[in-house]
């Protein structure tokens, strides 16, 4: 009995000296450029518990890791129907589409905010359509039906894919035409209305982000017609070349991952009343096109060659904007990108190539 109270106590002391490191600043990332990052007005709830479906993938792994550092690893569940060989905490296996799964896992843990990243992203959707479609809509419902009930807080991430060819192109407003043209953005689209009416109606206090194309060394990505812009930096580090799928002048909004992360963690921590929007927040830090990109590596690998063979994937990015407008998320919840295309450049070829030293194995994989 003394033992489980020590125990206790002590778990008590370890999460509330970490809360008190977060009010003032939190490392979340490895030490390299800006990793220290600032998150001034972030007070978590002693008492949340969070369960991310979908932690396995490229922002999954990272959100899963910066969360934890912020709440303390008994209080973030990870959950996907693949486990990452880099989980080393509490992990379910879960089924997004399972209802009654997802039900139990969120009365188990006791859980009060769900992360919905599980989603077939827009390359990977455009071969399984109905597949695209049933996944990244049902496991939405899933998610909304039990928050509605439960009273859950919720982050559900859509994307510039929610936008079409009809939609202005050149610092897209948040309100605006959108004609989405493939799978993946009709149910990006789609959910952000579902979003919006499961807030208005059933009061669910659910928060988005429309995501540009997101870069990151610490995962391979998943699928998405801007992760180019993640290949080309490996392939670079390996072969000292790049064959692009998309043209060489297709200009797109992107981020680096850190900055991604800290706006959705600064998102889902402001006051319920700053969050004047429910269906998807615009985002955006830089956009450029593959030529720019080649052109800032070379900066570092004056050899570095990049060729172009357009696919299918062409007319997916001719179909997205190629800037953000994002005010709205700067004025309602302080949104400020910390990372342009250079800085982002020299962290990510600083990262990969300490991994590919360290890890040559995984690295060539
Ligand atoms: N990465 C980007 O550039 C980007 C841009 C815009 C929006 N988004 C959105 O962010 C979210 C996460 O994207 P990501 O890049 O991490 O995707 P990802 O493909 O890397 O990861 C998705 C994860 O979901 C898991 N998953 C798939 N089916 C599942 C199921 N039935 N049940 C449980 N887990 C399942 C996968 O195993 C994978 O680990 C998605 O909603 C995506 O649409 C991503």
Sequence with gaps: MKKRKLRSRLVFMRITSEKMLVNQQITIFNPTVSEILPLPFLKPMPSDTILIIGSSGQIGLELTDALRKIYGDDRVIAADIKKSPNEKGLYVHLDALDFNAIARTIDRYKVTQVYLLAALLSATAEQKPKLGWKLNMESLFHVLDLAAEKKLKVYWPSSIAAFGPTTPKENTPQM??????????????????????????????????????????????????????????????????????????????????????????????????????????????????????????????????????????????????????????????????????????????????????????????
């Excluded at 998102?267 to 830089?286: C, H, T, V």
């Excluded at 179909?319 to 910390?338: F, L, M, T, Y």
Aim: contains cysteine; charged residues 20%; hydrophobic residues 35%.
């Design 176 to 365: 605006t035409i959108m004609e989405p043209a493939s799978v993946y953005g009709i149910s990006k689209q789609a959910g952000e209305r579902w979003c919006e009416y499961y807030h208005d109606r059933y009061g669910v206090d659910v928060r988005s982000i429309r995501y540009p194309g997101l870069i990151s060394y610490k995962s391979p990505p998943g699928g998405g017609t801007t992760d180019y812009a993640i290949h080309i930096f490996h392939e670079a580090l390996k072969h000292g070349s790049y064959e692009c799928f998309l043209k060489a002048d297709t200009m797109l909004p992107m981020m680096y991952m850190p900055d991604a992360i800290r706006a959705t963690i600064e998102l889902m921590e402001a006051p319920a009343d700053k969050i004047k929007i429910r269906s998807s927040y615009n985002l955006a830090a830089f956009s450029f096109t593959p030529q720019m990109l080649a052109e800032e590596i070379q900066k570092h690998m004056p050899d570095f060659k990049i060729t172009y063979a357009p696919d299918f994937r062409q007319q997916l990015a001719d179909s997205w904007p190629r800037s953000i407008d994002d005010s709205a998320a700067r004025k309602h919840w302080g949104w400020k990108h910390q990372y342009g295309l250079s800085e982002m450049t020299t962290d990510m070829l600083n990262n990969l190539k300490t991994i590919a030293v360290n890890n040559p194995v995984s690295f060539n994989q």
